[in-house]
């Protein structure tokens, strides 16, 4: 499968985004931080946590827009809430998903002190980063819930492309085998479903209903594709 192309304003977003919350270094010195976090999502080995990935979640923000306090804090903690991320292990997809969020809030730490960013302004960025494992509980701030809501907004996508996301997800986890990718992924499912509410701002509030509807059929496949592999090993096993 193709990599995804990277859009040509993508780079210089950010480098607008950094130098809006108030970074004091060059715009060479930014365009070159930016290109390393770019990298990073460029990385072949991801397949739904990639560039695709960052430029939707981009736009998600920018559709709640109105709904932020710091709306250029918020951008860049999208930049950098999968700076630090892993799909070889297969305790790492059903705990964390793959990603690193407390290692991703340091990176973004890190890389914004050298730009010279307001330690305010890199508090919220880090903040928002490390808020969203996993998406355990109510974001504290609606900028944390603006992002919490961007990020799960693939959820509600329509049925063709939440296929092909489930497919990418799939393909992002390679290394797991079936049945145990199965079973993390059904507890996964299980455990968004089983949330009061998965979008918590205002305006992301009008995906809810999409959201679990596509997640209800995903759960009905899994126990079904589960169920299968269960079949077909008693089938295997040799009569005693």
Not at 126 to 144: E, K, N, Y
Not at 151 to 162: E, G, T
Request: proline share 6%.
């Amino acid at each position: 499968m193709p990599t995804p192309t990277t859009p040509a304003w993508l780079l210089p977003a950010f480098v607008r985004e950094a130098t809006a919350v108030g970074a004091t270094a060059s715009p060479e010195e930014v365009a070159e931080a930016g290109a390393r976090l770019l990298h990073r999502w460029q990385n072949p080995a991801r397949r739904f946590h990639d560039v695709r990935h960052l430029v939707e979640l981009l736009t998600r923000v920018d559709e709640l827009q109105q709904e932020t306090r710091l709306p250029h804090c918020v951008r860049l903690a999208a930049w950098y809430h999968g700076a630090v991320f892993s799909s070889d292990s297969e305790s790492a997809y059903a705990a964390r998903g793959g990603e690193d969020e407390d290692a991703s809030a340091e990176y973004a730490r890190m890389e914004l002190r050298d730009l010279g960013v307001p330690a305010e302004k890199i508090d919220a960025v880090a903040t928002m980063v490390r808020g969203l494992a996993r998406h355990v509980s109510v974001p504290d701030t609606p900028d944390a819930a603006v992002l919490s809501d961007a990020d799960l907004a693939i959820l509600a996508s329509d049925p063709q492309r939440y296929k092909a996301y489930i497919t990418d997800v799939r393909e992002e986890y390679a290394e797991i085998p079936e049945d145990r990718f199965l079973a993390s992924r059904r507890a996964i499912v299980a455990r968004l479903l089983s949330r009061d509410r998965l979008y918590t701002s205002p305006l992301g509030a009008t995906w809810e209903a999409q959201a679990r509807q596509n997640l209800t059929a995903e759960l009905a496949r899994l126990d079904k594709a589960i169920a299968a592999m269960s079949t077909a090993a008693d089938a295997s096993t040799p009569l005693p």
